[in-house]
């Protein structure tokens, strides 16, 4: 009698796989159409869409629910029917969802749309944060121009978002519960798997924090240097707007003014990359040379026709911010970003091309089953494959880096520049989600967002903003994940698993083996490793089909996250910059703030 039960539930999984493949292709379609071309029509199809796929999958669910799952044996059949036991907003009442959809709509265009004056030239007033105001933070050396575009750019694309953030709250947590979570803190962490993820990330972010801390106290000595103390206080945390980013979230911008051994060839890759004629075509193109290296699939014609590579110059609005799309049809992937010639840009077209790959590998899966192991693995890919090509062994195999001393020094500098964009970036990351756990739970309110975004940047990452802040501020709507409802802890996760997949790549390419001086891990390429390739792919045709702890057990032998890869890839800079700190007597954390936010 079960085994006819069960028989019943695989026809019914079969039939409602392909009744959700139409349903999620109608809605990425009307999702990418608006994104890519922010009109009213655009916004109106997309809600429209967005109901009608709404209603239809609250139909599937009542009949899904009929099926008794939870008594079923095979165990892959009750991981399908328990995944889709969970509605997510579409379990909204139709008019509490559209509030949800337009409410982050509203917030996504205001990004989008988001324009500044110059510093230099008040009447040019039509500055976007890409590529205009990333540009002004990799290059200014003004602090007082750093500070004016930091304050205009929190003010149009931050403030203005405050009341949809908060509808946007009210309306995501209303689903949460419909979904039998507290809040959508759980929903959001029920992606991991664990019952004591949180526990996991707390831990995790111990391992990696006094190297973060000296890393810290290191720039924070040099930005002193070169802005002076009363800039840059001697114990304080670091004024936000001298790093040289928008968010602060990376600091690379400041390693050619910041490096531990000045006269080492620079390895400056966006000099070479425009001295070398790169388009962002060319971009695209070498990053698929990669994963084709590794035996990994190229793009398909579609992603060629459909992508979009460059930021239109028609006057559209559009959402520029990187992104990859799985169309869910297993032909139909793209990627939309506003690429510039720049060595980030280089980097973030294979981190968009890692998302593709992971598309590719797992399309023959169940749509249920077309998602990471967990949302880090997804960010992950494509930055494993981007840490080989970084390395001064693969960029000059490219043409992009002259000969050069493969001497300790070199290795310190290059460790160096890696750091500021993956030791800097964890606190970051970690802290974008904590505020919103804080939100989605409660214990920060609509009275104290600003207060308690800025307590979590001065606590756990070392900066201060500015000036003074007050909730008219609305400071954490100025980064696009907060306005675009993207959970940002899976880039946490991503900085510290790929470097556990980093090193079993390497091994496996035979890069890297650490009873070998000679072999660092942070000179490993895994370029057209076929073994490496193979161990690869095998984990991500594993799309979400198990927990991540058996997709990451696949490729590492570990069934754990831990911070053993990072702090192995950074082990020589830890020491040196113990060293160095203790030279030059810098105090190392950082004393409270003085500038109010509270
Ligand atoms: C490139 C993407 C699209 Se998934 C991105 O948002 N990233 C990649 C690095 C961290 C994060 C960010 O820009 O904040
Ligand atoms: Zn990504």
Not at 280 to 299: G, I, Q, R, V, Y
Not at 462 to 491: C, L, N, Q, W
Request: hydrophobic share 35%.
């Amino acid at each position: 009698e079960r085994a006819a039960e069960e028989a019943a539930g695989r026809d019914y999984m079969r039939h409602l796989d392909e009744l959700m493949s139409k349903a999620r292709n109608k809605k990425a379609i009307a999702d990418w159409d608006y994104a890519s071309n922010i009109t009213k029509f655009n916004e109106d199809r997309m809600l429209a869409v967005a109901l009608e796929v709404a209603e239809d999958e609250k139909e599937y669910w009542k009949e899904t629910m009929s099926y008794l799952w939870h008594e079923y044996e095979d165990r892959d059949l009750k991981r399908m029917f328990e995944k889709y036991s969970k509605l997510g907003t579409s379990a909204l009442p139709e008019d509490l969802n559209e509030r949800l959809i337009s409410a982050i709509s509203n917030m996504q265009s205001t990004y989008a749309k988001a324009t500044i004056c110059d510093f230099k030239d008040k009447t040019k007033c039509d500055l976007h944060v890409e590529p205009e105001v990333t540009e002004i933070f990799a290059n200014s050396n003004d602090p007082e121009e750093l500070k004016y575009t930091w304050l205009e750019w929190h003010r149009v694309a931050g403030a203005a978002s405050k009341g949809n953030f908060t509808e946007y709250v009210t309306m995501d947590n209303e689903a949460a519960k419909l979904n039998g979570y507290d809040s959508v803190a759980e929903w959001w962490l029920s992606e991991y798997e664990s019952d004591d993820s949180e526990d996991q990330f707390a831990s995790l972010w111990a391992q990696v924090k006094p190297l973060y801390q000296q890393i810290h106290a290191y720039v924070r000595r040099h930005l002193r240097l070169k802005y002076g103390e009363k800039v840059v206080p001697a114990k304080g945390p670091i004024p936000a707007h001298l790093l040289g980013n928008i968010w602060a979230q990376t600091w690379n911008n400041v390693e050619k003014f910041t490096r531990p051994y000045p006269d080492k060839p620079d390895v400056d890759v966006t000099t070479a990359l425009q001295a070398q004629n790169y388009t962002a075509l060319k971009f695209f193109k070498t990053a698929e040379d990669f994963f084709t290296s590794l035996n990994l699939s190229p793009m398909p014609e579609l992603f060629w026709e459909r992508s979009i590579i460059e930021k239109p110059n028609d006057g559209r609005d559009m959402v520029c911010h990187a992104s990859a799309w799985d169309f869910f049809d297993g032909d139909d992937f793209r990627i939309k970003q506003c690429t510039t010639i720049t060595d980030a840009f280089f980097k973030t077209t294979h981190h968009e091309m890692g998302h593709i790959q992971y598309y590719l590998q797992y399309k023959d899966q169940p749509v249920i089953y077309r998602a990471g192991a967990n949302p880090g693995f997804h960010e992950a890919v494509g930055d494993v494959i981007a840490l080989s090509v970084a390395t001064p062994k693969h960029l000059r195999v490219m043409g992009l880096l002259e000969d050069g001393p493969d001497d300790i020094e070199s290795n310190i500098n290059q460790l160096y520049k890696m750091g500021l964009e993956k030791i800097v970036f964890l606190p970051f990351a970690y802290l974008l989600d904590l505020f919103r756990y804080g939100v989605f739970r409660g214990t920060t309110t609509t009275e104290d967002y600003n207060c308690h975004y800025w307590q979590l940047r001065e606590a756990l990452q070392g900066v201060e903003p500015p000036a003074p802040r007050t909730e008219d501020d609305f400071d954490p709507a100025a980064k696009y994940h907060i306005s675009a409802d993207v959970e940002y802890m899976r880039y946490y996760i991503s900085y510290i698993i790929q470097f556990q997949f980093h090193r079993s790549l390497c091994q496996l390419a035979g890069e890297y083996d650490s009873g070998d001086q000679t072999k660092l891990l942070s000179n490993c390429d895994i370029y057209k490793s076929a073994a490496a390739g193979e161990a690869l792919g095998k984990m991500l045709q594993m799309g979400s089909s198990r927990p991540w702890s058996d997709a990451m057990e696949v490729l590492t032998g570990q069934r754990s996250m831990d911070a053993s890869g990072v702090l192995e890839y950074f082990a020589p800079l830890h020491d040196w910059l113990k060293a160095e700190n203790e030279r030059t007597g810098e105090f190392v954390g950082w004393e409270p703030s003085t500038v109010p936010y509270c």
